[in-house]
């Protein structure tokens, strides 16, 4: 999937991670670190350098949270924002170059989003026991 993604990212400068983001952004508009980081299943440690980078090519802003200095928010800058206007045909050419329907899309989503749930539930966090 990721490489069929490239090479429509490439042509908006974003990787599949940056881009994953953006979506964020986008759908939710500012946000803090640990709301985007919730989002997408990502810890701070590896959501900070794509922020970095994204800010670095002027799509984002980062700022301290006026009424808790411990948040940061994640603001789109004017061409963050532009950007979803390059992007908004993304969705639909990923679902037409996978060749499914959109149901089938909606069914695979669902079983992807049970899998992922049960995968990170409490039940198996545990370690498995050494013998």
Known sequence: MTATYRPKLEALGLTYPQYLVMLVLWER???SVGEVCEALALDS???SPLLKRLAAAGLVVRTRSA???RRVEVHLT???AALRAQACGIPAEMADAVGLSHEELRTLRALLRRLSGALTSPKNT???KEN
């Open 126 to 128: 545990h370690t498995p």
């Open 29 to 31: 508009g500012p946000v």
């Open 67 to 69: 009424a808790d200095e």
């Open 78 to 80: 004017e061409s963050g």
């Open 45 to 47: 440690g590896t959501l």
